[in-house]
C-alpha cells in the first residue's frame, strides 16, 4: 500500500530553520517526482516544490520560497526532506508531501504537518 | 507564472443535483490540468487528471472537459460526501498554480 507521513512540523521563530520529512511506503519514492504543497490557516492549496524523479535532486521553487527551501532525496531512507531556512511568519501552514504521476498529478498525498512561524 | 481563477468561489446544492465548476486558465495550459476534492482536516483527493481522465476509485458521476484554458468539473446526482472544496491546479509550467477553490456546500 502506498502512504505517505510527513513528519517535522513544530512552531518556529521567524529566521529560524526547519526540516521536513517525508517518508514514502509502497513504493520507490525515487521513480516518482514528489511534490510539496502548502496551505495557509483558511486558505487554498499553494505549490512549494517539485523534485524531479531520479537521483539528480534537480527541483522546481515557487519564488515565494526560492532560495530559502531547499528539497532533497534521502535514497537509502526512501525519505523527501524539505529543508526549511530564514521562516517568515507567511510560511505558516500544513505542508503536504505527494506522489506525483504522468505529469506531476498528486495521486498520493500525505496527512500533513503544521509549521507555525511566530515570535 | 500562469493564473488559474475558478469559478464559483462557491455553491449551493442539493443532493441528487448537477453541478459545474469552471476554471479558467491565463494562458494555454494544453491537456495539463487536475481537479482535486479536499475536505476539512484532510488531504487533498485526486479526482481527475489531464482535463479528462478519472482518478482509479473515482466515481463516474465526476468527469472533466476543456482545452487550452477554459476546464470544467461536472459533479452529476451529488452525493452527501461530495460537499467539499474543489481545486484546479496546472501543471503545464512551473509554478503548478491552483485555483482559489469552490466550496461546494448543501
Known amino acids: 500500500e502506498v502512504q505517505l507521513l510527513e513528519s517535522g512540523g513544530d512552531l518556529m521563530q521567524p529566521g529560524g530553520s526547519l526540516r521536513l520529512s517525508c517518508a514514502a511506503s509502497?513504493?520507490?519514492?525515487?521513480?516518482?517526482?514528489i511534490t510539496w504543497v502548502r496551505q495557509a490557516p483558511g486558505k487554498g492549496l499553494e505549490w512549494v516544490s517539485t523534485?524531479?524523479?531520479?537521483?539528480?535532486?534537480?527541483?522546481q521553487y515557487a519564488d515565494s520560497v526560492k532560495g530559502r527551501f531547499t528539497v532533497s532525496r534521502d535514497i537509502s531512507k526512501n525519505t523527501v526532506h524539505l529543508q526549511m531556512n530564514s521562516l517568515r511568519a507567511e510560511d505558516t501552514a500544513v505542508y503536504y508531501c505527494?506522489?506525483?504521476?504522468?505529469?506531476?498529478?498528486?495521486?498520493?498525498w500525505g496527512q500533513g504537518t503544521l509549521v507555525t512561524v511566530d515570535s | 507564472d500562469i493564473q488559474m481563477t475558478q469559478s464559483p468561489s462557491s455553491v449551493s446544492a442539493s443532493v441528487g443535483d448537477r453541478v459545474t465548476i469552471t476554471c479558467r486558465a491565463s494562458?494555454?495550459?494544453?491537456?495539463?490540468l487536475a481537479w482535486y476534492q479536499q475536505k476539512p482536516g484532510k488531504a487533498p483527493k485526486l479526482l481527475i487528471y489531464?482535463?479528462?481522465s478519472l482518478q482509479t476509485g473515482v466515481p463516474s458521476r465526476f468527469s472533466g472537459s476543456g482545452s487550452g484554458t477554459d476546464f470544467t468539473l461536472t459533479i452529476n446526482s451529488l452525493q452527501p460526501e461530495d460537499f467539499a472544496t474543489y481545486y484546479c491546479?496546472?501543471?503545464?509550467?512551473?509554478?503548478?498554480?491552483f485555483g482559489q477553490g469552490t466550496k461546494l456546500e448543501i
Open positions: 505527494a506522489r506525483t504521476i504522468v505529469r506531476y498529478y498528486g495521486d498520493y
Open positions: 509502497g513504493f520507490t519514492s525515487s521513480r516518482n517526482a
Open positions: 523534485i524531479y524523479s531520479g537521483y539528480s535532486g534537480d527541483a
Open positions: 494562458q494555454d495550459i494544453s491537456n495539463w
Open positions: 489531464s482535463v479528462f
Open positions: 491546479q496546472q501543471t503545464n509550467n512551473f509554478p503548478h498554480t
